[in-house]
């Protein structure tokens, strides 16, 4: 498994106390300045991470700002596997992330070893692999793709091409029924995704019943069934914010509802419900471990910094070039917008 590289002499900045009067979002305009640097955050970090971005979006968009910026920095506030992109695509840039320990359940849920053994049972199959995976994963890969492009991928490939898909089991579930094609699953999952519950849900529906749904693909089919609309996290916004409804309850991880409050801030918007009718289940625990203190000691001090091996790196890029290539054009949102 790849690590965030740690400088020896600076392996606890992320203990260090901070000035408790420093302005931290004028301390990180400055270091954004100073170092041409770009922040870019993913719709599930805090309110206050996603106003003092350049950029906010779903994996594909931020994808693809880090693959166009030209910027020396990248700051990535999301998790371990989007730092890892943005260096797969930015070999000479610095990439740092604010937690080196902000991984992913889809990633933990896929080894590298466990994989290569997986798909040396299926030697005539394309690998197909979501892009929530390591950078050893994406090296054994033939193509990445997002929630956002998935399908429009899969539907280009030859009907008779066999395919192994991984590592959300839900998401291609759910891209088999949309397409039609009969894919080798792997079985990972994630676990906010996987705690909504559907009797929950249910009784929602019930006590609001002019409300749309709107679900991520990463969720089970119990709970898919009963939505109105599936997508990204862009798309389930795009959902929100564009269609003629008052309520809406979401099934992903309720911080995209900060940006669906900021755009449309006359609409009620309820997070769906884990097995005992709270909403705590939709946080991400590895998306939280990013703050705006660690973010800036991050930029500062320039760790934790994502490295990748070369062979790795290189092999990991082609897959996820080939997805750039065959994506729609999708323009994230810039910082005055978001």
């Not at 080196?100 to 197909?128: I, M, Q, W």
């Not at 070369?310 to 092999?315: A, G, K, M, V, Y």
């Amino acid at each position: 498994m790849i690590n965030t590289v740690i400088d020896s002499e600076h392996t606890e900045l992320q203990d260090v106390c901070l000035d408790p009067f420093l302005d931290l979002e004028n301390e990180i305009d400055k270091l954004r300045c100073s170092k041409n640097a770009v922040i870019l955050a993913h719709y599930y970090q805090s309110p206050e991470i996603q106003d003092l971005a350049d950029f906010v979006g779903d994996s594909l968009d931020l994808s693809k700002k880090a693959a166009e910026t030209n910027a020396d920095m990248i700051a990535f506030c999301g998790v371990r596997f989007m730092g890892e992109c943005a260096k797969i695509l930015n070999p000479r840039k610095t990439v740092v992330i604010p937690d080196k320990e902000a991984g992913c359940s889809l990633e933990d849920s896929c080894p590298p070893e466990e994989f290569a053994a997986f798909r040396s049972k299926y030697p005539e199959h394309t690998v197909v692999t979501y892009i929530n995976c390591s950078a050893e994963v994406k090296a054994q890969s033939d193509i990445i793709v997002t929630s956002s492009n998935a399908a429009s991928i899969i539907n280009r490939l030859p009907k008779d091409e066999k395919i192994l898909f991984a590592p959300d089991h839900h998401l291609g579930a759910y891209i088999t029924k949309k397409t039609g094609r009969d894919m080798v699953l792997w079985p990972g999952t994630c676990i906010v995704h996987e705690q909504f519950n559907e009797r929950e849900l249910v009784k929602l529906i019930v006590r609001y019943p002019g409300a749309k749904i709107a679900a991520h693909p990463e969720c089970p089919e119990a709970i898919l069934k009963h939505a109105d609309h599936i997508g990204s996290t862009r798309s389930i916004l795009e959902y929100v914010t564009s269609y003629d409804a008052h309520t809406f309850i979401i099934a992903t991880e309720q911080h995209i509802i900060h940006q669906m409050n900021k755009l449309a801030p006359h609409k009620t918007i309820i997070p769906a419900p884990g097995a005992d009718g709270t909403c705590d289940c939709a946080n991400c625990p590895y998306m939280a471990k990013n703050s705006i203190e660690k973010l800036y000691l991050a930029m500062a001090n320039e760790v934790p910094r994502i490295e990748i091996p070369e062979d790795i790196r290189t092999r990991a890029l082609k897959p996820l070039q080939r997805m750039l290539d065959l994506s729609p054009n999708a323009a994230s949102q810039n910082r005055n917008a978001a």
